[in-house]
């Protein structure tokens, strides 16, 4: 099986439990992994809320975006303002051959509220694309260090694929 993780991460969090999640991959087969970094990142946490808010797309290198070489697709983000972050609804929007493939979103989030539709959206973009089976998992902030408590919550998310 081949796997491909691509997250975007501000302070890390998502960036933590995205190597957790290619380490159990990699067991299963090959896992590449990528970080979104955006060119026009904001700083300021009202100008990142905001944007996230609205929907506002990031601009990004033109990178990993065919997906056709991959079985298994991984998007993780972190939860801003109830919705995902402008580098991963670019990718949303630009990747290509997504038909048929399976996907996992997974956020990182602090108090909890807006995780539901952070990942509602995420699938539903998912959908849009033609991805065949569609899982989530979602890991609160204080837990992304406790790698057994991240590993649950991947497996629980696997269980779906026959993986
Ligand atoms: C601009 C901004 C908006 C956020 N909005 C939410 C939110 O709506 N709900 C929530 O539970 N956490 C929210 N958070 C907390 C982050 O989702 C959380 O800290 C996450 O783990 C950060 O991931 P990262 O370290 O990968 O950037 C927000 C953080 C930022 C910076």
Known sequence: MKSLIIYYSYTGNTGKVAEILKGILSQKGQAEIHRLKPTDESNNFF?????????????????????????????????????????INTYLDKCRNLDGKDAICFVTYASGAGVKRCVNTMIEK????????????????????????????????????SV
């Open 47 to 87: 100008v990142q809320a905001a944007g996230a808010f609205t929907g506002k797309r990031a601009k990004l290198p033109e990178e990993w975006l065919d997906l056709s070489g991959y079985d298994l697709v991984c998007l993780g983000t972190p939860v801003w303002a109830f919705a995902p972050t402008p580098a």
């Open 126 to 161: 998912l959908k849009q694309k033609g991805a065949f089976k569609i899982s989530s998992f979602n890991i609160q902030q204080g837990k992304v260090g406790d790698a057994e408590f991240v590993e649950q919550g991947i497996k629980e998310a696997l269980e779906m694929f």
